[in-house]
């Protein structure tokens, strides 16, 4: 058995791995391209082979990680995905046994992506320490995390926080039943991006919108129509929970000076006690660093 643990963060666009030490430091890294259309197995393939090429690296041949940790899309169960992204045949992966038959280890643990991070930030970042709090992802997709009593709530299903699936007004037609996630149809980073490429020009990215906001006035309103949407749920969240703390990650978050002047105005007029809302230590390496997190906690629980 190694001195390192071997992380995964599955996206739909690309495909991180690393080796870690026991403290949490990455020690070497890699990325690939998903390549989603292609099919999920030939994607967990490659995957796997970059993860063994980085083991041998940093601590030899035929090393077996202390644990395996893997940050990935949907619900993952034993022997099959739910709320599969659009990546062909993921809902069909045995992951966990994958990664048990591939490292020679029991010790992997799999989480939800938004869910891992979260995990990140509460064993070294923004969430460290605190009892009751939430944290938001807003980037490709939009979830959040509920922390209760210094612990990630999984919910009866592992949909505990998914609140793309939130409906956005009282006549909404379609919802999870017919596949639709409402709110992250709307406040997503892809929803954003075709909208903006609808009304200002194909090709226009979420990072050039709101880097416009301070000249453009049609950017300025389409920004505030999205802030104003998340909000609005995020509010409601957390008059329910009553959070000391808020954490914020996700792709979005590279305009974080916009981002969270709206949120915290919000908290402060509706929420009877407003909480903290600060910008997350693991900005744009939340699922990476939740591998790493997870992986850690795989290798306690096997010692």
Request: proline share 4%.
């Amino acid at each position: 058995m190694s001195d390192v643990v071997l992380a995964f963060d599955f996206g739909g666009t690309k495909m991180a791995i690393a080796t870690a030490a026991c403290s949490g430091q990455i020690l070497q890294r890699t990325e690939l391209p998903t390549r989603g259309a292609e099919g999920a197995e030939q994607a967990l393939a490659r995957a796997v082979t970059a993860g063994t090429s980085l083991l041998r690296e940093t601590a030899g041949d035929g090393a077996v990680p202390r644990g395996v940790g893997v940050s990935t899309m949907g619900i993952t169960l034993e022997d099959h995905v739910l709320m599969a992204p659009n990546v062909v045949g993921w809902e069909r992966q045995a992951i966990p046994s994958l990664m048990r038959r591939a490292f020679g280890t029991d010790a992997v643990r799999v989480d939800n992506d938004v869910k891992a991070a979260a995990r990140a930030e509460l064993r070294w970042g923004e969430l460290a320490g605190v009892e009751t709090g939430l944290y938001l992802n807003v980037g490709t997709g939009f979830a959040a995390v509920l922390i209760v009593d210094g612990k990630v709530v999984s919910g009866a299903h592992g949909a505990a926080g998914e609140i793309g699936y939130n409906l956005r007004g009282l006549h909404q037609d379609e919802g999870a039943s017919a596949g639709r996630v409402p709110l992250e149809e709307f406040v997503g980073g892809g929803a954003i991006a075709a909208r903006a490429g609808r009304r200002f020009g194909t090709g226009t990215t979420p990072a050039e919108l709101f880097g416009s906001v301070g000249i453009h006035p049609g950017a300025r309103a389409f920004v505030e129509e999205i802030l104003t949407e998340i909000a609005f749920h995020l509010t409601n969240l957390t008059i329910a929970l009553d959070p000391s703390r808020i954490v914020v990650g996700g792709g979005l978050m590279r305009s974080q000076d916009i981002i969270l002047p709206r949120l915290r105005d919000h908290m402060q007029r509706f929420v009877p006690f407003p909480p903290d809302v600060v910008a997350g230590r693991f900005l744009l390496d939340g699922g990476l660093m939740g591998g790493v997190a997870l992986a850690l906690a795989a290798a306690e629980e096997a010692a």
